[in-house]
């Protein structure tokens, strides 16, 4: 029923800046950014849209990587990027509001980063059955 | 040179009904810097997914928010269904439509009523909420709850609207829509409401769309961004206009918000007139395998229900985008510059829903 074009593309850490940058040229604005943790590797969606056009770009990355901060390219992307910093644990580079940890104020320090379930008959949901 | 100081906003305050903490940093009167800091209900919704098989998670989509609940199911729903390529009954599209506009008129006089307290105005915050109650009351009859719907699923949705009762619920829109133009006469024309919000915490065109303003937030300067555009659930089957107001300021967030209970009773109109007969619901077999955005247009803005499965009956990952928090940069820029006294009405004016943000 919807009629939104959604493409993901996976690109390498060193190309993001440089992709992220085209968006911004192109009148993009920054829909979202998430992390999901892959194993021992961040997987890092950032997702722009213009004219109902919606492109997210993917990078994975070892879980201590640095990434650069896009918060000079998009300023509101601080707040993602505090957040995945909290959550996850994963470390930016560069951030134009950097709140060092204590955007999200967590009891446990990157709850996130923890494995979650990673298939059938594995992890908690295994626990209930 | 004036001497900084920091005053410290919230968590509890009495205009926030939920926990944000901003940091004010003032230079006599006039605020320089806002930092927030949230946290205080995080409840790490986006790992409960991996403990629930996916149809059971829709309950816990719900729950996100305690106001626009319906709309956070329907997104999750819309994503897995995109995924699986599950066809959607038209009549269930219809119903979709319809609660989310109720939801949305929901939505809309709670904060309206919100802001009229938070102004001091607490004969229209009675007035905003008496109207409220009245859609509490189709909901309820409706899908059995006032703030919990719990009536979409995975494949359509679990009660149907009978025919009766739609016909009935379209003749009280009319006298609905004559009251809510008393109230909305107020909000746009009151001197007492024009004198604390005009030309207060204003978000130029430009900021609000490179910052990422949604919803009422962007469109009250000018970012005609609307994700009922993209023509989910029967959207593209109505009529549909963004509401659009261009000053930027407290004023054009709330006129927006006011003018779309009309276009919520526009659109709840038109789907009534206009659903077809036929099932509610399909039988949905197998499990997700693969990724997708799905988006909606909550009454604070575009919403963002990411959804991730591997052919499991678990989900792997659930990202939820809330509008509020994509307004928080918005809304620390707005507060550059105004006045401490102006604070609580400018927090107010992106509607801000602790609970969806913090999930």
Known sequence: MTIEDQQTTVIDL?????????????????????????????????????????????????????????SGIFWGAFIYENEMHDLF???????????????????VRYPFREPVFKGEGEGPCHERS | MSRKIVIPFGPQHPVLPEPIHLDLVLEDETVVEAVPSIGYVHRGLETLITKREYPEYVYIAERT??????????????????????????????LRTIWSEYSRLHSHLLWLGLFADGMGFENLFMNCWRQRETVLDVLEETTGGRVIQGSCKVGGVRKDIPAAT???????LDPFE?????????????????????????????EAYALGAVGPTGRGSGV???????GYAAYGKLNFTPVVENDGDCYSRCAVRVKELFTSIDLIRQAIRQIPEGETEVKVKGNPDGEYFSRSEQPRGELVHYVKGNGTKHIVRSRIRTPTLTN???????????????VPVIVLSIDPCIGCMER
């Open chain 2, 328 to 342: 928080i940069p918005p809304l620390v820029k707005m507060m550059q510059g105004c006045e401490l006294a102006d």
């Open chain 1, 14 to 70: 060193s190309s993001l800046i440089g992709k992220v940058e085209s968006f911004k040229n192109q009148g993009c604005r920054l829909v979202q950014m998430h992390c999901t943790r892959i194993e021992d590797n961040f997987e890092i969606n950032y997702s722009f849209e213009k004219d109902l056009s919606f492109r997210t770009v993917r990078i994975l990355v070892p879980m201590d990587t640095e990434v650069p901060s896009v």
């Open chain 2, 178 to 206: 004559i009251k809510l133009k008393e109230l909305a006469d107020i909000f746009l024309h009151d001197d007492s409401v024009i004198h604390r919000t005009k030309g207060v915490g204003i978000l130029p065109p430009d």
């Open chain 2, 166 to 172: 739609l016909e009935r619920m379209l003749s009280d």
């Open chain 1, 89 to 107: 644990g994963v470390k930016v580079r560069g951030m134009n509001v950097d709140f060092k940890g204590n955007l999200i104020r967590t009891s």
């Open chain 2, 65 to 94: 928010c305690g106001i626009c609940s319906f709309i956070h199911g329907m997104t999750y729903c819309q994503g897995i269904e995109q995924i699986m390529g599950v066809e959607v009954p038209d009549r269930a599209h219809y």
């Open chain 2, 224 to 230: 005609a961004i609307d994700m009922r555009m993209t």
